[in-house]
């Protein structure tokens, strides 16, 4: 029988090598180890949650606000001791450059410290009492239950403590399922969740997802599912879940942002930030611009710009200085470029630079292609990597009908001059999408603004605040107002 749960390093279990799926030639160098794990751990891990939870009767849930607060600090500071471990870690496990994995720490760091901040202010409004027709309220924010938290590899520490740190601020208790690329990076932090919480609040599990999470679900415990990953990968868990029990789900899913670029729009700025929506991280992130509309007036000029500028970012691996594309993490990954790419190529696009060849197994150098059109892949498939599909529009409806009759509804960018046109298509895109960008690539940050999508995009809003209500019911304590409680 296992003994109590108190995290994967309470365990001697053989151990799972990784590997790190970006080394030039394929190597695949092994990088570190995580405990072998399987469907009795995480029962164990479950269960583990469902005790330190107790039906809310657990010392996390009905701790106060500023004790959270306290051990959440505690991680904090225990965290950026191991910052370059952890740093070091995301760089090989998921190919990320060295800048963009320090800035992904370093976010990580300040998003924890403003969902402190907000839950200060959240919890000094809740306080408060409120009188209505002679009943006084004491409104509170209480925990929901047992968290089921996962993140994508893409982002996995990040994306990860998206839901991680206000579900445990709000007095939830948390199995946390790293992704299989970026598990590893969780192993630095386990000493500091270790010594932050009471045992059972943060449950860390390494097994197949497959394996794991859908019996997880089944077995009805799990109060809320925290997934920030694929739209199809959320559908078939939530489809797991018993319909005897309810499961909120907080998700943050697939998406196939677009860009139009109007015939007044700058060229610059437009190339400069369509090169970045498109391809920051390969284009490996869930608000990267997936679809460039261009008017057709602009169409030549813009490409000849756009493939000029992509020429200039530099290819190669992670650790070397200004590297803007790295190896994507594994061969499957390459695999479905060159199949969105032989698909649209075989339906009348071609590939407007010298791009979409490999230089090595998992090094891609992103491709241009033109015209993208209804009935290719690249069309509706979100590619999430090195590909920027573009198509020539003539009238702006045709644009907007892309926008609308998408499945997805994450975000959109406009490029122009006049604030009156760029105004008028303002109102049907934000019923349409979470955030409309004048000028600028999608993205997610700043983190204080909501983070939210339509359609099949995401369930629930993040970010900060958003995130704490999210995770936490407004409840209260009602009374008839007397003399004696008029006070
Ligand atoms: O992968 C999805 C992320 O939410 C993207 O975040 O816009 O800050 O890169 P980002």
Redesign the pocket.
């Known amino acids: 029988a296992l003994r109590k749960w108190e995290g994967p390093n309470d365990l001697v279990l053989s151990p799972v090598c990784i590997r790190d799926p970006v080394s030039a030639d394929l190597r695949q160098l092994e990088i570190g180890s995580v405990p072998r794990m399987g469907e009795p751990e995480s029962d164990a891990a479950l269960d583990a949650a469902v005790a330190a939870y107790d039906s809310g009767r657990g010392t996390w849930p009905v701790m106060t606000v500023e004790g959270r607060i306290n051990c959440m600090e505690v991680f904090v500071r225990q965290m950026i001791a191991v910052k370059s471990k952890v740093v070091k870690t995301l760089l090989w496990e998921i190919g990320k450059s060295a800048d963009d994995s320090a800035k992904e720490f370093d976010r990580t760091i300040d998003y924890i410290r403003q969902t402190i901040d907000a839950l200060k202010d959240l919890d000094n409004r809740s306080s408060r009492f409120e009188v209505a027709e002679a009943t006084i309220g004491q409104i509170r924010r209480t925990p929901l239950g047992v968290v089921l938290c996962m993140g994508?590899y893409?982002?996995p520490l990040n994306?990860t403590f998206a839901t991680l740190i206000p579900a445990l601020l709000m007095g939830n208790t948390v199995v946390l399922k790293p992704p299989q690329y970026g598990a590893l990076l969780f192993e630095p932090l386990l000493a500091a969740f270790h010594e932050a919480f009471p045992p059972g609040v943060v449950n860390i599990i390494y097994a197949p997802g497959a394996l794991v999470v859908p019996r997880m679900l089944a077995s009805g415990k799990v109060n809320v599912l925290a997934l920030i990953g694929s739209s199809k990968v959320a559908d078939q868990l939530k489809k797991r879940h018993p319909k005897s029990h309810r499961l909120r789900a907080i998700l943050?899913l697939d998406a196939k942002n677009a860009a139009i670029v109007l015939p007044d729009a700058d060229l610059d700025l437009t190339v400069t930030e369509c090169l970045a929506g498109a391809l920051?991280f390969n284009g490996q992130?869930?608000?990267a611009l997936k679809m460039l509309i261009v008017h057709r007036s602009l169409v030549d000029r813009f490409l000849s710009r756009f493939c000029e500028a992509l020429d200039n970012l530099k290819i190669g691996m992670p650790w070397e200085k200004n590297v803007k594309i790295t190896p994507l993490p594994g061969l499957h990954r390459t695999a479905y470029m060159k199949e969105a790419i032989e698909d649209a190529v075989a339906k009348g696009a071609r590939i407007v630079n010298d791009g979409g060849g490999a230089f090595s197994a998992t090094l891609y150098k992103p491709a241009v292609i033109y015209p993208v059109s209804a009935g290719m892949k690249l069309y509706r498939e979100e590619q999430f990597g090195p590909l920027v599909p573009v198509m020539a529009y003539d009238d702006i409806e045709e644009a907007l009908e892309y926008v609308i009759t998408s499945d997805h509804g994450q975000q959109v960018s406009i490029f122009g001059s006049d604030p009156a046109t760029i105004g008028a298509l303002v109102d049907p895109l934000v019923n349409q999408v979470c955030r409309v960008n004048l000028n600028s690539q999608c993205?997610?940050?700043p983190d204080v603004f909501p983070?939210a999508g339509r359609k099949d995009s995401a369930e629930g809003t993040l970010s900060v605040a958003d995130a704490l209500r999210a995770f936490s019911i407004r409840s209260m304590v009602a009374a008839k107002q007397t003399m004696e409680n008029k006070e």
Do not use: A, D, K, L
């Open positions: 994508p893409n982002y994306e943050g920051s992130r869930c608000t993205q997610r940050g983070f």
